[in-house]
Protein backbone atom coordinates (compact mmCIF):
# COMPACT_ATOMS: atom_id res chain seq x y z
CA UNK A 1 0.00 0.00 0.00
CA UNK A 2 2.88 2.37 0.85
CA UNK A 3 4.16 1.88 -2.92
CA UNK A 4 0.71 1.99 -4.84
CA UNK A 5 -0.71 4.94 -2.53
CA UNK A 6 -2.17 6.52 -5.77
CA UNK A 7 -3.36 3.54 -7.22
CA UNK A 8 -5.33 2.37 -3.69
CA UNK A 9 -6.47 6.33 -3.64
CA UNK A 10 -7.90 6.18 -7.19
CA UNK A 11 -9.58 2.78 -6.52
CA UNK A 12 -11.37 4.20 -3.82
CA UNK A 13 -12.37 7.38 -4.93
CA UNK A 14 -13.66 5.62 -8.19
CA UNK A 15 -15.51 2.62 -6.54
CA UNK A 16 -17.09 4.61 -4.00
CA UNK A 17 -16.98 8.58 -4.97
CA UNK A 18 -15.51 10.12 -2.22
CA UNK A 19 -13.97 12.56 -3.23
CA UNK A 20 -9.59 12.72 -3.03
CA UNK A 21 -9.36 13.58 1.08
CA UNK A 22 -11.44 10.66 2.20
CA UNK A 23 -10.08 8.10 -0.32
CA UNK A 24 -7.05 9.01 0.57
CA UNK A 25 -7.85 9.00 4.55
CA UNK A 26 -9.23 5.45 4.12
CA UNK A 27 -5.87 4.51 2.57
CA UNK A 28 -3.95 6.37 5.54
CA UNK A 29 -5.77 4.34 7.89
CA UNK A 30 -5.26 0.91 6.25
CA UNK A 31 -2.08 1.35 6.07
CA UNK A 32 -1.20 2.29 9.74
CA UNK A 33 -3.51 -0.19 11.20
CA UNK A 34 -1.63 -2.92 9.21
CA UNK A 35 1.54 -1.79 10.14
CA UNK A 36 0.92 -1.03 13.98
CA UNK A 37 -1.57 -4.30 14.66
CA UNK A 38 1.70 -6.21 12.77
CA UNK A 39 4.30 -4.92 15.04
CA UNK A 40 2.46 -5.12 17.98
CA UNK A 41 1.96 -8.55 17.49
CA UNK A 42 5.86 -9.49 16.54
CA UNK A 43 6.72 -7.53 19.84
CA UNK A 44 4.41 -9.36 21.67
CA UNK A 45 2.75 -5.86 23.15
CA UNK A 46 -1.01 -5.53 23.57
CA UNK A 47 -1.74 -8.41 21.32
CA UNK A 48 -5.17 -9.13 22.10
CA UNK A 49 -5.92 -5.01 21.27
CA UNK A 50 -3.76 -5.60 17.82
CA UNK A 51 -5.69 -8.33 17.04
CA UNK A 52 -8.94 -6.84 17.53
CA UNK A 53 -7.77 -3.95 15.47
CA UNK A 54 -6.51 -6.77 12.55
CA UNK A 55 -9.83 -8.10 12.52
CA UNK A 56 -11.25 -4.19 12.13
CA UNK A 57 -8.58 -3.61 9.36
CA UNK A 58 -10.22 -7.07 7.32
CA UNK A 59 -13.20 -6.38 8.27
CA UNK A 60 -13.05 -2.71 6.58
CA UNK A 61 -10.85 -4.03 3.65
CA UNK A 62 -13.71 -6.64 2.86
CA UNK A 63 -16.50 -3.77 2.47
CA UNK A 64 -14.30 -1.03 0.38
CA UNK A 65 -12.88 -3.44 -1.76
CA UNK A 66 -16.45 -5.23 -2.44
CA UNK A 67 -14.82 -8.38 -0.89
CA UNK A 68 -18.40 -9.91 0.19
CA UNK A 69 -19.84 -10.26 -3.27
CA UNK A 70 -16.45 -12.09 -4.37
CA UNK A 71 -16.95 -16.03 -2.50
CA UNK A 72 -13.89 -16.78 -2.93
CA UNK A 73 -11.71 -13.76 -1.43
CA UNK A 74 -14.37 -13.62 1.11
CA UNK A 75 -13.52 -16.84 2.45
CA UNK A 76 -9.58 -16.09 2.20
CA UNK A 77 -10.55 -13.11 4.31
CA UNK A 78 -12.49 -15.62 7.32
CA UNK A 79 -9.41 -17.54 7.13
CA UNK A 80 -7.14 -14.40 7.62
CA UNK A 81 -9.74 -13.99 10.54
CA UNK A 82 -9.47 -17.58 11.53
CA UNK A 83 -5.54 -17.50 11.51
CA UNK A 84 -5.94 -14.36 13.92
CA UNK A 85 -8.60 -15.94 16.18
CA UNK A 86 -5.78 -18.43 16.82
CA UNK A 87 -3.30 -15.58 17.56
CA UNK A 88 -5.59 -14.05 20.00
CA UNK A 89 -6.16 -17.30 21.81
CA UNK A 90 -2.67 -18.25 21.86
CA UNK A 91 -2.39 -14.49 23.66
CA UNK A 92 -4.71 -15.36 26.52
CA UNK A 93 -2.83 -15.47 29.64
CA UNK A 94 -3.74 -18.60 31.67
CA UNK A 95 -4.21 -18.44 35.32
CA UNK A 96 -5.67 -14.62 35.81
CA UNK A 97 -8.77 -16.78 37.84
CA UNK A 98 -9.34 -15.39 41.73
CA UNK A 99 -9.49 -19.14 41.87
CA UNK A 100 -5.92 -19.57 40.55
CA UNK A 101 -5.18 -23.35 40.93
CA UNK A 102 -8.89 -24.93 41.43
CA UNK A 103 -9.09 -26.98 38.67
CA UNK A 104 -12.54 -25.34 35.97
CA UNK A 105 -14.51 -27.23 33.32
CA UNK A 106 -12.10 -27.16 30.33
CA UNK A 107 -15.50 -26.98 27.56
CA UNK A 108 -16.44 -23.53 29.29
CA UNK A 109 -13.02 -21.81 28.70
CA UNK A 110 -13.61 -19.26 25.79
CA UNK A 111 -10.22 -20.21 24.37
CA UNK A 112 -11.16 -23.31 23.59
CA UNK A 113 -13.83 -22.16 21.43
CA UNK A 114 -11.49 -19.69 19.73
CA UNK A 115 -9.54 -22.57 19.08
CA UNK A 116 -12.17 -24.18 17.52
CA UNK A 117 -13.66 -21.12 15.13
CA UNK A 118 -9.72 -20.54 14.57
CA UNK A 119 -9.59 -23.87 12.99
CA UNK A 120 -13.08 -24.18 11.19
CA UNK A 121 -12.42 -20.88 9.36
CA UNK A 122 -8.83 -21.80 8.55
CA UNK A 123 -9.64 -24.27 6.37
CA UNK A 124 -11.99 -22.28 4.31
CA UNK A 125 -8.84 -21.51 2.21
CA UNK A 126 -8.61 -24.75 0.92
CA UNK A 127 -11.99 -24.38 -0.16
CA UNK A 128 -11.06 -22.02 -2.59
CA UNK A 129 -8.19 -24.07 -4.09
CA UNK A 130 -10.86 -27.34 -4.82
CA UNK A 131 -10.63 -27.45 -8.94
CA UNK A 132 -13.96 -28.92 -10.43
CA UNK A 133 -12.10 -30.55 -13.28
CA UNK A 134 -11.95 -34.24 -13.90
CA UNK A 135 -8.47 -34.54 -14.54
CA UNK A 136 -6.82 -37.63 -12.18
CA UNK A 137 -4.16 -34.88 -10.46
CA UNK A 138 -7.13 -32.53 -9.61
CA UNK A 139 -9.53 -35.25 -8.26
CA UNK A 140 -6.76 -36.93 -5.90
CA UNK A 141 -5.93 -33.24 -4.70
CA UNK A 142 -9.69 -32.76 -4.00
CA UNK A 143 -10.00 -35.89 -2.16
CA UNK A 144 -6.40 -35.76 0.00
CA UNK A 145 -7.30 -32.04 0.69
CA UNK A 146 -10.70 -32.98 1.70
CA UNK A 147 -9.54 -35.24 3.95
CA UNK A 148 -7.11 -33.16 5.46
CA UNK A 149 -9.34 -30.22 6.06
CA UNK A 150 -12.29 -32.11 7.48
CA UNK A 151 -9.47 -33.87 10.15
CA UNK A 152 -8.31 -30.11 10.88
CA UNK A 153 -12.11 -28.99 11.51
CA UNK A 154 -12.80 -31.68 13.68
CA UNK A 155 -9.55 -31.62 15.82
CA UNK A 156 -8.54 -35.29 14.58
CA UNK A 157 -4.90 -35.94 14.36
CA UNK A 158 -4.71 -32.18 14.32
CA UNK A 159 -0.89 -31.63 14.24
CA UNK A 160 0.14 -34.14 11.64
CA UNK A 161 -3.30 -32.42 9.52
CA UNK A 162 -2.26 -29.64 9.74
CA UNK A 163 1.80 -29.93 9.32
CA UNK A 164 1.05 -31.74 6.08
CA UNK A 165 -1.69 -28.84 5.08
CA UNK A 166 1.25 -25.98 5.59
CA UNK A 167 3.61 -28.10 3.31
CA UNK A 168 0.98 -28.57 0.65
CA UNK A 169 -0.25 -25.08 0.78
CA UNK A 170 3.32 -23.73 0.84
CA UNK A 171 4.16 -26.07 -2.26
CA UNK A 172 0.99 -24.53 -4.29
CA UNK A 173 1.64 -20.93 -2.94
CA UNK A 174 5.36 -21.19 -4.45
CA UNK A 175 4.25 -22.46 -7.91
CA UNK A 176 0.64 -21.08 -8.72
CA UNK A 177 1.23 -17.28 -7.00
CA UNK A 178 4.98 -16.46 -7.96
CA UNK A 179 4.70 -12.83 -8.59
CA UNK A 180 8.27 -12.30 -9.33
CA UNK A 181 8.15 -13.96 -12.46
CA UNK A 182 5.87 -11.25 -14.03
CA UNK A 183 7.10 -7.73 -14.59
CA UNK A 184 5.91 -5.48 -12.49
CA UNK A 185 3.79 -3.11 -14.62
CA UNK A 186 1.59 -5.74 -15.41
CA UNK A 187 -1.46 -6.19 -12.97
CA UNK A 188 -0.86 -10.14 -12.75
CA UNK A 189 1.97 -9.08 -10.52
CA UNK A 190 0.00 -7.38 -8.22
CA UNK A 191 -2.89 -10.03 -8.11
CA UNK A 192 -0.21 -12.96 -7.37
CA UNK A 193 1.80 -10.95 -4.80
CA UNK A 194 -1.63 -9.91 -2.60
CA UNK A 195 -2.52 -13.72 -2.87
CA UNK A 196 0.45 -14.84 -2.35
CA UNK A 197 1.39 -13.30 0.53
CA UNK A 198 -2.05 -13.54 2.06
CA UNK A 199 -1.86 -17.47 1.70
CA UNK A 200 1.81 -17.05 3.91
CA UNK A 201 -0.59 -15.37 6.69
CA UNK A 202 -2.96 -18.53 6.36
CA UNK A 203 0.28 -21.00 6.68
CA UNK A 204 0.90 -19.07 9.98
CA UNK A 205 -2.22 -19.46 11.50
CA UNK A 206 -1.80 -23.44 10.48
CA UNK A 207 1.24 -23.42 12.16
CA UNK A 208 -0.04 -21.96 15.51
CA UNK A 209 -2.27 -25.06 15.03
CA UNK A 210 0.63 -27.52 15.37
CA UNK A 211 2.60 -25.46 17.80
CA UNK A 212 -0.93 -25.14 19.96
CA UNK A 213 -2.73 -27.89 19.18
CA UNK A 214 -6.48 -28.09 18.70
CA UNK A 215 -7.56 -26.78 22.03
CA UNK A 216 -10.00 -28.92 23.97
CA UNK A 217 -12.74 -29.14 21.58
CA UNK A 218 -11.87 -31.47 19.65
CA UNK A 219 -11.76 -35.30 18.62
CA UNK A 220 -7.76 -35.29 20.18
CA UNK A 221 -8.71 -33.66 23.16
CA UNK A 222 -12.31 -35.93 23.85
CA UNK A 223 -10.07 -39.01 22.86
CA UNK A 224 -8.07 -38.72 26.11
CA UNK A 225 -11.35 -39.10 27.92
CA UNK A 226 -11.97 -42.33 26.50
Not at 75 to 95: C, D, I, P, V
Request: glycine share 8%.
Amino acid sequence: MWFQWSEQRDYIDTTWNCGYLLASSFVFLNLLGQLTGCVLVLSRNFVQYACFGLFGIIALQTIAYSILWDLKFLMRNLALGGGLLLLLAESRSEGKSMFAGVPTMRESSPKQYMQLGGRVLLVLMFMTLLHLDASFFSIVQNIVGTALMILVAIGFKTKLAALTLVVWLFAINVYFNAFWTIPVYKPMHDFLKYDFFQTMSVIGGLLLVVALGPGGVSMDEKKKEW
